[in-house]
């Protein structure tokens, strides 16, 4: 152990700091090295040294307390006073672990997100009731790094008993002015860290700032760290409006989300609409959307779809607007697209909007929403309360109808697909028609387990979460096999999307251009609207696509467009580490 007077021993304790969020970095890399193909040497060297201006603002934010009691000489000295020194060693100790801990817990969410976590991240759980349980479970399936961070921890504690602070041999009058005086370049050097830099014309660092140090945009979550990225977005408004065009008219000449009245004919007002979500379902899941895959050899993890995609409207190259779950949902009902943030969490979140259900409804049509999970998760039930669904059917009414037993539960989200899909056809039976329902798949997750009694009946695979997409793939072909002898089965449309892709195993869907594709599948019973399209389709445009097929003669609003329209534009938008991504055509354009 080294004493050390006050400076010293405070430049130490940051020297420590930095080392513990560069090794957090290393470790980030690492872990998540196949999002960051070609990243060589002396790239990550430099993306290391630019990581240590984040490092500092975050450390400065952390620690800036601790500094300064420290460094103010207060009559009862740190070095002296005992329970002062408890303390604020314990605080240090406490706010740097949670520093260290989002870093690691980011690291795994990452390749769900494709970008460091936000603020907004706090909202986006904070209805979900069974966040600890989901941690806990983490702690286990990802073993190497929980052993990492026990590791880094135990690096962390060493440094932090190396030192102490040792008591001056200044007289009074000598430790006071001499130290009081420190502390005002104290104080000046640490409001340039904060901001990252110094002068009239510096903005204070933001994420953005990343893109200095690396020659990708996805690298820039290499450079960043998690407590910066969070402490940053507090209650920072997540969109900025622009001006490009002079007019209202010169901009609805380029593009207009404002969809007129437009059909002549009459609307199919006896069809119902059921669409089903299923969950991380990525387009490399199906063998039928990668029929040139491993040399013509690929099968897919989804039978029951790749046979379902070859009787149906099945665009090739369809795509999700982001990496999340409540990206998803706005998108696919209203056609509102993620950017930035998901919307309903934007502070755009509670504005009107005429989603699928409101305008169903206003046609008569009974509308509802299905989903496994404890109601609430997510906030999905406000979500599609704003959409229109009137009705909300979760774990609680699967709990009324006397179906829960302690094997229903999959012990982290929820009931399991298979029995809530038998719950929701029986349930659908029951609805006056027309309807329009929408569900929401869990299974298909992390912790990526399934039902005991489906151990050993799907083939062994390596991608992630290889078996709950086969089982997940057998709830949807069993809720078919059941809806298809229902009375109203032949006169549904029925729509299957994912609500995002999610880690992947292939190198031809670990680009951005891959990573966001996801099946956009239209099916009638009838075969009517069997097609393999190669036209470009987003999750916004399900919501015209699906009005177009009913014929429905009303005004609304959506970034999306028609699918079987041939006049709209084609086009795809998703937001990629901090960038917009436009897929039109043969072309894909980041900006």
Not at 81 to 91: D, E, G, P
Not at 351 to 362: A, V
Not at 365 to 390: C, D, E, K, Q
Request: charged share 15%.
């Amino acid at each position: 152990m080294y004493s050390l007077s006050k400076y010293p021993f405070l430049a130490l304790r940051l020297i420590t700091l930095f080392v513990i969020y560069t090794t957090c970095r290393i470790i980030f890399f690492v872990y998540n090295i196949e999002f960051f193909p070609n990243t060589d040497i002396d790239a990550l060297g430099y993306m290391l040294f630019g990581g240590m201006r984040f490092d500092l603002t975050a450390i400065l934010y952390t620690n800036g307390l601790y500094l300064l009691a420290v460094a103010i000489p207060f009559p009862f000295r740190l070095e002296y006073t005992k329970y002062y020194q408890w303390f604020w060693n314990l605080y240090y100790l406490v706010i740097n672990t949670i520093a260290i801990a989002v870093n690691f817990i980011d690291t795994i969410y990452y390749q769900y997100t494709l970008h460091r976590s936000t603020f907004m991240v706090i909202s986006e759980f904070e209805n979900e009731s069974n966040v600890g349980g989901i941690i806990f479970s983490g702690l286990f399936d990802f073993w190497p790094l929980t052993l990492a961070f026990l590791l880094v921890m135990g690096l962390f504690v060493f440094l932090f008993r190396l030192i102490k602070l040792a008591p001056s041999n200044m007289g009074s009058v000598a430790f006071y002015s001499i130290y009081l005086l420190l502390v005002i370049p104290l104080l000046y050097f640490s409001i340039i860290g904060i901001r990252g830099g110094f002068g009239s014309h510096t903005r204070p660092i933001a994420m953005n700032n990343a893109g200095e140090y690396v020659t990708r945009a996805s690298q820039m979550s290499i450079v960043l760290n998690t407590p910066f990225t969070l402490i940053r977005t507090i209650k920072k408004k997540a969109f900025t409006r622009y001006s490009f065009f002079e007019t209202e008219s010169e901009l609805k000449q380029v593009f207009d989300p404002e969809h007129p009245k437009r059909f002549t004919q009459e609307a199919q007002l006896d069809t119902n609409v059921v669409i089903l979500i299923m969950e991380s379902f990525g387009a490399e899941v199906s063998g039928f959307l990668n029929k040139e895959l491993d040399n013509g050899t690929y099968e897919g993890l989804v039978p029951f779809l790749d046979t379902l995609m070859a009787d149906s409207l099945t665009f090739e190259y369809g795509f999700a607007h982001g990496r999340k779950s409540i990206d998803a949902i706005p998108a696919i009902v209203s056609g509102i697209p993620s950017m930035i943030v998901p919307y309903v969490i934007s502070n755009y979140g509670t504005n009107k909007i005429n989603g699928l259900g409101s305008i169903l409804d206003s046609q008569g049509y009974y509308t509802a929403f299905f989903h496994g999970a404890p109601n609430g998760s997510m906030g999905f039930n406000s979500i599609m309360n704003l959409a229109g669904f009137r009705s909300y059917f979760g774990m609680s009414e699967f709990k009324q109808a006397g179906l829960y037993n302690e094997n229903s539960y999959d012990g982290t989200w929820g009931i399991w697909d298979d029995e809530f899909m038998q719950y929701m056809a029986s349930t659908i039976n029951e609805l006056p028609q027309p309807f329009a329902t929408t569900f929401f798949s869990l299974s298909s997750h992390h912790p990526n387990v399934i039902p005991e009694q489906f151990e050993n009946k799907f083939k062994e695979g390596d991608t992630i979460g290889n078996y709950t997409f086969q089982y997940a793939d057998y709830a949807l072909k069993h809720f078919f096999e059941v809806a298809s002898k229902m009375p109203w089965y032949d006169n549904t449309l029925f729509v299957i999307v994912a609500d995002h892709a999610t880690t992947n195993y292939h190198s031809e869907y670990k680009s951005d251009f891959g990573r966001y594709r996801i099946p956009i599948v239209f099916y009638k019973p009838d075969g009517s609207l069997r097609k393999l399209s190669q036209t470009v389709a987003q999750q916004s445009d399900i919501f015209p696509t699906v009005l177009d097929i009913l014929n429905i003669d009303e005004e609304y609003f959506s970034y999306g467009n028609s699918l079987i329209d041939s006049d709209s534009p084609k086009f795809a938008v998703t937001y990629v580490n901090n960038n917009y991504q436009l897929v039109m055509g043969d072309w894909v354009m980041q900006y």
